[in-house]
């Protein structure tokens, strides 16, 4: 059972490079997320999507889109890279029938220098 | 909007002794209440989830956590620490339909021998 795959696992990018962050997840959840992870500041939702063709703003979205044009693909594509976007960026997914519990990707490195 | 606040970014206790990990939560709709736990270079797997049945949730690997309304408190303990405990533990909130979770900036534990 794969869950939840992220690629590419690290990245190196230049400031002003774009580049698209994978997710695709294989149980058929409606619900999937971004977040990115700094340290000390826990995660913080950059967008989600409640289903196909509907996504949405979380809280930290600016530098940021995603689109949902199927349920198991959820890609995150960073337009102009900046320093401030050096982070660890997870994906993830749920069904409503699952009361919450997220299932988490392992995890994307991205370095802008 | 929710929140969560973890009172101690870092916690260190000897092989054994008891965990205690503090989380309180500002929401003001009934919350769902989660823990999960993140190893080294993993993503998040969830340790246990409140939502509105029992007060005193049991998870995995002997941990639990109770829900206290009159504290806005959703602790976490485990009796008798191992060092296979030795992680990174955030704390999260979310409403009913999974769109706004929040998390809490992480508690490393370290365990002794």
């Known amino acids: 059972n794969a869950g939840v795959t992220q690629t590419p696992k690290f990245r190196i990018l230049k400031i002003g490079q774009s580049m698209t962050l994978q997710c695709a997840q294989d149980m058929n959840h409606n619900y999937m997320y971004w977040y990115r992870q700094d340290p000390g500041m826990g995660l913080k939702l950059i967008y989600y999507?409640?289903?196909?063709?509907?996504?949405d703003k979380g809280e930290v979205p600016n530098g940021y889109n995603v689109s949902r044009s199927t349920t198991e693909d959820f890609p995150l594509r960073l337009e102009l890279a900046a320093p401030s976007q050096t982070s660890v960026y997870f994906c993830a997914s749920t069904d409503i029938l699952n009361t919450g519990e997220l299932f988490f990707g392992e995890g994307s490195r991205l370095t802008v220098l | 909007a929710q929140s969560v606040t973890q009172l101690g970014s870092h916690v260190s206790v000897s092989e054994g002794a008891l965990v205690l990990l503090r989380c309180n939560y500002s929401s003001s709709v009934p919350p769902y209440l989660f823990w999960y736990v993140q190893y080294p270079n993993q993503g998040l797997q969830l340790l246990l989830k409140?939502?509105?049945?029992?007060?005193l949730v049991k998870g995995i690997n002997g941990f639990e956590a109770e829900f206290k309304k009159s504290e806005t408190s959703f602790h976490l303990t485990k009796p008798s620490a191992h060092m296979s405990d030795a992680a990174e533990y955030f704390c999260a909130v979310s409403s009913v339909n999974n769109n706004d979770m929040r998390f809490g900036a992480g508690t490393r534990l370290t365990v002794k021998p």
């Open positions: 999507s409640v289903g196909a063709g509907i996504t």
């Open positions: 409140y939502t509105s049945a029992a007060t």
